[in-house]
């Protein structure tokens, strides 16, 4: 899609959607990297909301969410302006494989002693 956006001059009206910063800024290289570190860290994180739900139940996702919503508020509120106006492409990156890693962790810490249904 990005090469049809770039041969057809973005839509044939200059409308951007995948030659964006955010995604990569129209190279096809780094456009793969973003999209596989974002399908990866989604799927990671749906896994362990899917494994909170087999352990706890429905209060299992509930819990969990609650939490990391307070606990991102208790931690960007502060400095919002100074992380917004420093902010780099590449932060995106690591806190991607952070939370890679983390929801990995937390899917297996919840899974390893459950039982096959």
């Known amino acids: 899609m990005l090469g049809l956006e770039l041969v057809t001059?973005?839509?044939f009206v200059g409308f951007y959607i995948f030659?964006?910063?955010?995604?990569?800024?129209?190279d096809p290289y780094r456009l793969v990297i973003i999209v596989f570190l974002?399908?990866?860290t989604s799927m990671n994180i749906g896994s362990v909301f899917a494994a909170a739900w087999v352990h706890f139940g429905a209060r299992g996702p509930q819990f969990i969410g609650a939490g990391l919503v307070l606990v991102a508020v208790l931690m960007a509120m502060p400095s919002f302006a100074a992380i917004a106006a420093a902010f780099e492409l590449w932060w995106l990156a690591v806190l991607a494989a952070g939370m890679i890693v983390l929801s990995s962790t937390g899917a297996w810490l919840l899974l390893r002693r459950a039982i096959v249904r």
């Open 38 to 40: 974002g399908v990866l």
């Open 9 to 11: 001059d973005h839509w």
């Open 19 to 26: 030659d964006i910063l955010l995604l990569g800024a129209g």
